[in-house]
């Protein structure tokens, strides 16, 4: 049955792209939602020896735009974050840019999105080495970069997530102020992270990496005016406040990994003109919304919020890095008590309908017997395959 993204896609992206320029990535965001779990990709057909029972799977298109394709990998990637769990208080902490920055980020995304994840990180480290604050310790950090608002409007920001302490130089753990309840003000992180910002984007700047929008006729004009009214604007760093439990931290994150700027139960209606979705108007006390939006209108949003290819958009850092991860948790295990850490298994698909969801794939569901292949068509090799960035 065909998706309600695939739909979408389906019936307006060909007319979107004769009026529209799309970039290779963007291309192949189009081909993977369009083919995704039909024939095009490729299938499986299992039978039951013991009763005859058949099962007709469509393969995946596996693309991380894809609404059809995150669910099990969103799992994967949480099953192996609990093993990088420790028994202390985490807290949420977003860092967003202002609105003004966010043509220059569509012009620019890898190197204004990796901008955004140094400052966020180097705000961080230098709070959680501050004397003044309290902890002097070497903290971690997991951030997921998101380019959304609810309405799919365009928005970078960093979901982070922070542990309320750091190992320090004799190998303990120290928690953050007040117990862990506090970490750092945020007013304070605030303006930190627009200094240390806009003194990386002056740099950019000079060294001339920045692009600008042709619409732009006076680049040098445009940015030092927009240097001046950034410099007069609160940045907002916010953080809520700790988990309640260690054991909820990642599981809460796992709302922001591998989520797509629209899900498809959030799509309500398409009809052969528009697109109608629900999504939360928080400046409304929460309320829900129905935005209406013509078909091209509505990929054209969908398309801004494609990531450069091999753009890492889940990062870890401090004791969480992957480069020290080892060798810290080992550390601070042994300080907690707690069995010695082990990296996490490599799970296969199957793996994790098992483990998260019950489901054995190999097993008939009508008999119990055991499912085998009895037919496929592979992936072809070129297009559209080739949307697996």
Request: positive net charge.
């Amino acid at each position: 049955m065909e998706s309600k993204i695939s739909k979408v896609f389906n019936q307006f992206a060909d007319t979107y792209l004769k009026t529209s320029s799309a970039t290779l990535e963007q291309h192949k965001v189009i081909n993977c939602i369009k083919t995704c779990k039909t024939e095009a990709l490729g299938y499986h057909i299992e039978q039951c020896p013991e009763c005859e029972h058949q099962r007709l799977r469509y393969n995946s298109c596996n693309n991380r735009h894809c609404p059809n394709c995150q669910a099990v990998n969103k799992e994967r990637w949480l099953l192996a974050k609990k093993y990088d769990l420790l028994p202390v208080k985490y807290f949420h902490t977003v860092f967003t840019v202002p609105a003004d920055l966010r043509v220059l980020f569509l012009y620019n995304k890898k190197l204004l999105y990796n901008l955004l994840f140094s400052c966020a990180w180097q705000t961080v480290k230098s709070f959680s080495q501050d004397k003044r604050n309290r902890l002097q310790a070497k903290t971690g950090m997991v951030a997921v970069l998101h380019t959304w608002k609810q309405n799919v409007d365009y928005h970078p920001h960093l979901h982070c997530i922070i542990p309320a302490g750091g190992i320090t130089a004799n190998n303990k753990w120290k928690s953050s102020p007040s117990d862990g309840d506090y970490l750092f003000p945020v007013k304070a992180m605030s303006g930190v992270f627009k200094g240390k910002f806009m003194e990386a984007f002056k740099l950019l700047y000079k060294n001339e990496e920045l692009n600008f929008p042709d619409v732009i006729t006076k680049p040098a004009e445009y940015f030092w005016q927009l240097r001046e009214s950034l410099f007069g604007t609160n940045w907002v760093v916010y953080s809520k406040e700790s988990f309640k439990s260690e054991a909820s931290v990642f599981e809460y994150l796992g709302r922001y990994t591998h989520k797509i700027a629209i899900s498809n139960h959030r799509i309500k209606q398409v009809t052969n003109k528009t697109v109608s979705f629900e999504y939360t108007d928080r400046a409304a006390g929460y309320k829900k919304r129905i935005r209406t939006l013509a078909g091209e209108e509505f990929i054209k949003l969908f398309l801004r919020h494609v990531l450069p290819p091999r753009f890492i958009k889940i990062r870890s850092y401090g004791f969480l890095a992957s480069r020290t991860k080892t060798e810290d948790l080992t550390k601070l295990r042994e300080y907690f008590g707690l069995s010695a850490y082990v990296k996490p298994p490599k799970l296969k698909v199957a793996d994790v309908l098992e483990l998260v969801w019950g489901i054995k794939p190999s097993v008939c569901p009508k008999c119990g017997g055991s499912l085998i292949l009895i037919e496929h068509k592979a992936r072809p090799r070129a297009s559209p395959a080739a949307c697996f960035a």
